[in-house]
């Protein structure tokens, strides 16, 4: 009889125990962030996407009520970096921030160890970077019509700047390369700064460069701008252009930034991550921090897990073809 008392009084506690872990395990869930979240940059210190994380982070924490810690993780074209972030727990606390170089170039070029569209969650978009059809200021072309008929009656001498092999400004060249039927010459430096010293200096023809980079040359004078590659005016260049108005219709490109989670993170943490990262993009001088980087924040709608997901789908679609025809890789 004591034997069965006790017996009794085990399986009495181990029911409570269990009733106890059940009803912890929702309130948990619901409980995030309970600890810090890491948003992972893929490149170092400075450079625009660490910036925009570090534009971000305050009103994120803020919103979420935990510190949100900015860490670089660097290497390979910041494939080393979004690898950390899709081989992590799927529990929110490590998020991916990069951009169209990151989560869609790097799957073309480099043999990555995942899968940018299987191993990642999408979160929200952040916004996008269009590109300028540059030239040195000696070309005789004065519209991009006309720049686009002497690059093709040139085009053995046509010198295009890249930022490297695989860069947004190599990619983006082959590309205007392919949509006026041209055969160009690409010369790759260690940086789009350097290629826009040479452009400055006529070493080369021309360039299709981030319009953050190039603008204060135009602006300046010493280099002229053709149109961007957007499919509405800049409102930091309303004077310029898109490719659809100059005469190269379709010709669309933009270096955008968005963030991601590993594949399989709860739905509602996401939706409480995607809720800081939209609330922090309506903040004022969030949107100004931003438009000084030449970042244009991209609408409400286009902000959701859902919008990010097909659009980086379709990028990978678009891209990916015309990377692997141009033999670019990086191993």
């Known amino acids: 009889m004591k034997q069965n008392r006790t017996r009794m009084k085990s399986l009495l506690r181990l029911i409570s125990l269990f009733s106890l872990l059940t009803g912890i395990a929702p309130a948990s869930a619901q409980s995030f962030p309970s600890r810090p979240v890491t948003l992972v940059v893929p490149f170092s210190a ?8 570090r534009v971000i982070a305050e009103p994120m924490r803020k919103s979420l009520g935990q510190a949100i810690v900015v860490e670089n993780t660097v290497g390979a074209g910041g494939s080393i970096g979004v690898g950390r972030v899709a081989r992590a727990a799927p529990d929110g606390y490590m998020v991916s921030i990069g951009h169209w170089s990151t989560h869609v170039v790097n799957g073309a070029v480099y043999s990555l160890q995942y899968d940018l569209l299987k191993d990642l969650e999408p979160v ?22 006309e720049m686009i008929a002497w690059v093709k009656a040139n085009q053995a001498s046509v010198n295009v700047g ?9 990619i983006s060249g082959v590309y205007f390369q392919n949509a006026i039927g041209a055969s160009l010459q690409f010369v790759p430096y260690k940086g789009s700064g350097p290629a826009l010293q040479d452009l400055l200096a006529g070493q080369i023809e021309m360039m299709v460069d981030q319009m953050s980079n190039s603008m204060p040359q135009v602006r300046a004078g010493r280099i002229k701008a053709y149109a961007i590659t957007a499919k509405a005016r800049s409102a930091a260049a309303p004077e310029i252009p898109t490719v659809d108005e100059a005469g190269l219709p379709g010709f669309h490109m933009s270096i955008w930034y968005g963030t991601w989670v590993p594949r399989g993170t709860p739905k509602e943490t996401i939706a409480k991550l995607n809720g800081a990262i939209t609330g922090a993009l309506a903040d004022t001088t969030v949107r100004q921090r931003l438009a000084d980087l030449g970042l244009e924040i991209v609408p409400l709608s286009q902000q959701t897990p859902e919008a990010l997901g097909a659009h980086h789908k379709a990028e990978i679609e678009k891209w990916w073809p015309i990377i692997k025809a141009a033999g670019i890789r990086i191993d």
């Open 46 to 53: 400075g450079g625009p996407v660490d910036v925009v994380a």
């Open 124 to 145: 929200a978009m952040i916004g996008a970077n269009p590109m300028l059809i540059v030239g040195k200021a000696a070309l005789p072309a004065a519209t991009l019509g």
């Open 162 to 170: 890249t930022a490297g092999a695989g860069s947004g400004t190599h």
